[in-house]
């Protein structure tokens, strides 16, 4: 029987391929953050992009974000705490059921330590007026300025997230839910509920040019 | 009246039963990822940038269900023909104008390890027509991609820069990840016995369930996708890959000769919503001009095809576009010199000309919002050369000047009351068929008197 070349070729290219195997050049400081940098990279990149740099605002960038505000998300949706959210169950109760207690603290050490996402610029009229909002707060003192404990620029601090850089249409969409309630924050909606929809959109897109 | 109530009361019951608690869960790959159908389709089967990766990942991702990884899908309809009665008077599509089941299937889905993955599906046809014209129930295997994969990281730990793998599977496209492609691409579902049209190209479906493919593929840096695949009739070891077909009646399936290369090259880009691919994939086969006679001379059809994907997805906007055209060469080399002698090969095609062309374009647009209510609108056009040894004149099904032209339109709206159940309407309206406007078949059918509605339930589990 004539051997089919072409199958033979085929075969033998993916089973050479297949034989190199995923490879990972840094060494990883322990067995969670090996398996940590393979989930990024394997399963977390194909949303939230290659090192936590996502391309699409449907999914927030997570590099550079704040270590323990990503641990302590990562926790809310494995124990379902954030069910109210859509996102959440779409998205991310299944994927975080994936992963242990350690391998959560490296996923966020993970992300932390990667290189921030460039600021992104857009409307200049919607972004002055976000950054005034951003840094004063509202006019009639209904809203205090975001800064306050995002940063001046916007970095974020320990539990409170990182913003700059940040997909627009993402920030603007989780002020929505938090005003909504869907999102459990707290202390968050008891300064963003009287925001309007401009002002909204004007914070998000001062933010994602941070 | 009764009629169109009875078919209300036949769909009220059938959401009811879907919309009960038993039927919350979602079919295995959402199960085993503990996500929503929409994080991987448009609205199925239509794929997210996401979906393409989970599909590309050798459906890896994820946790290995601890339970057998099945999954159910069942489709209820009901349809009609605008005209459905030939010359003589007899009925040309059975079981019109009544809620059917058409169609259930049972999916074997879901990760195998990190590297290996796949899905299977069995299909039973509730209104399958045998050869002697009586509709039966008929089962066999249906669409199947098993896949082995790899990936080479980059050495910050961040980018995936290589991700390749093999695939098995048993319909050509049928492993391809754009919509634009013939085994996933618009319409997702069709009437049942619906009557089709002369001929199509062998890359738009006429190979399904009857070859066996391998391939590779890689994907550099989620922007150049390369495969090669070979196909071969799925005999001997690859027999299972088409179970159920009829194989021992001359016309049954095609039968190929030997290992037939198919291609498929696609350059994409990703930026904020939007996503877009632009790309070319296509094969070119020999096949016995009757399959039940695997020693003749073989004819060869190529075909060339062109495609494109634009996706824009947002937070309640989907809007998707997809668009391909299909060249396709017949060379009948076997076919044709035994014609001329006056000894057509068994049940093969009997060409009037030793070599013909086939053309086949596709466009369709969709709108989804909230991924709960839709609309697609669909154009398509085969065109070719005329050949009335291929299409001969004949009540419906013939062509009164050899002609295989055929062009319409495809409207659909689509509603998900929940992700796993689709309702929807269907209409094809047909500009021309096999050729012509009116009296294309010779027996004074108009192209309009094929034109089909269809009202579908197609729920999965």
């Given at each position: 029987m004539r051997r089919p070349f072409l199958l033979t070729c085929i075969t033998t290219l993916g089973v050479a391929l297949l034989g190199c195997g995923a490879y990972a050049a840094t060494p990883a400081t322990s067995k969670a953050d090996a398996e940590a940098a393979r989930l990024a990279t394997t399963v977390c990149s194909n949303c939230h992009g290659p090192g936590g740099d996502s391309v699409s605002p449907l999914f927030p960038k997570l590099a550079a974000q704040q270590q323990s505000y990503l641990a302590a998300q990562i926790r809310a949706f494995k124990n379902r705490s954030a069910r109210g959210e859509p996102e959440a169950g779409q998205y991310m109760h299944g994927m975080a059921a994936l992963v242990d207690d350690a391998t959560i603290d490296a996923l966020a050490r993970y992300y932390a330590r990667q290189k921030p996402p460039a600021g992104r610029g857009g409307d200049p009229a919607l972004i002055n007026k976000g950054r005034a909002l951003y840094l004063q707060g509202s006019s009639d003192h209904r809203v205090v300025p975001c800064a306050s404990c995002h940063g001046q620029d916007g970095v974020g601090n320990g539990p409170i997230p990182r913003l700059a850089g940040q997909h627009s249409a993402y920030v603007a969409h989780q002020l929505d839910v938090i005003q909504k309630q869907q999102r459990k924050a707290p202390v968050m909606y008891g300064i963003v509920h009287d925001l309007k929809p401009d002002e909204i959109r004007q914070v998000a897109a001062y933010v994602q040019s941070l | 009246m009764a009629g169109i109530r009875g078919r209300l009361v036949g769909f009220t019951c059938l959401l009811w039963l879907a919309v009960s608690p038993a039927a919350r869960a979602v079919p295995a790959f959402a199960r085993q990822t503990g996500q929503a159908c929409m994080a991987c389709h448009v609205s199925f089967p239509e794929l997210t940038p996401y979906g393409r990766m989970f599909k590309l990942n050798g459906y890896t991702i994820g946790s290995r269900l601890r339970s057998l990884p099945v999954a159910l899908m069942a489709q209820v309809g009901d349809m009609g023909v605008r005209k459905n009665r030939d010359d003589q008077g007899n009925q040309i599509v059975?079981?019109?104008h009544s809620a059917q089941l058409s169609a259930a299937s049972l999916f074997l889905a879901g990760k195998i390890s990190d590297n290996a993955g796949g899905w299977i599906q069995w299909t039973y046809n509730n209104l399958n027509v045998n050869n002697a014209g009586q509709t039966v129930g008929h089962s066999g295997i249906d669409n199947t991609d098993l896949r082995l994969v790899g990936r080479v990281i980059d050495a910050d730990n961040t980018t995936v820069r290589w991700l390749y793998g093999l695939t098995l599977n048993n319909?050509?496209?049928?492993?391809?990840?754009?919509?634009?492609?013939?085994?996933?691409?618009?319409?997702?579902?069709?009437?049942?016995n619906m009557i089709s049209p002369a001929t199509a190209t062998m890359i738009d479906g006429s190979l399904a369930q009857q070859v066996a493919g391998i391939g590779g593929y890689m994907f550099w840096n989620r922007s150049l996708y390369f495969e090669l695949s070979g196909y071969r009739t799925a005999d001997g070891v690859f027999s299972w890959l088409r179970a159920g077909q009829d194989i021992h009646t001359p016309g049954g399936v095609h039968r190929l000769a030997g290992t037939n290369p198919y291609w498929r090259l696609a350059w994409n880009r990703e930026w904020g919503p939007h996503s877009l691919m632009l790309g070319t994939y296509g094969m070119r086969v020999r096949i016995y001009p009757d399959n039940t006679m695997p020693f003749t001379p073989t004819d060869k059809y190529t075909d060339i095809a062109v495609d494109a994907q634009y996706q824009y997805i947002t937070d309640p906007h989907a809007f998707t576009l997809q668009a391909t055209r299909i060249h396709e060469r017949q060379d009948y080399a076997a076919s044709f010199p035994a014609t001329l002698a006056g000894a057509p090969i068994g049940a093969g095609p009997a060409p009037s000309n030793p070599r013909d062309t086939l053309n086949t374009t596709k466009l369709k647009v969709t709108y989804y919002f909230q991924r709960r209510v839709g609309a697609t609108l669909a154009w398509f056009s085969t065109t070719g050369s005329a050949d009335p040894g291929l299409y001969p004149p004949g009540s419906v099904g013939g062509s009164l000047n050899g002609r295989p032209d055929t062009r319409g339109v495809i409207p659909e709206i689509d509603y998900l009351p929940i992700p796993n159940l689709r309702l929807m309407v269907q209409y094809y309206d047909y500009q021309k068929f096999n050729g012509g406007s009116t009296n294309y078949d010779g027996a004074g059918r108009s192209a309009s008197d094929n034109n089909t509605w269809f009202l579908n339930l197609w729920f999965v589990y």
């Open positions: - | 059975p079981k019109t319909n050509p496209t049928l492993q391809d990840v754009w919509n634009s492609t013939p085994a996933f691409g618009f319409p997702f579902t069709l009437p049942p």
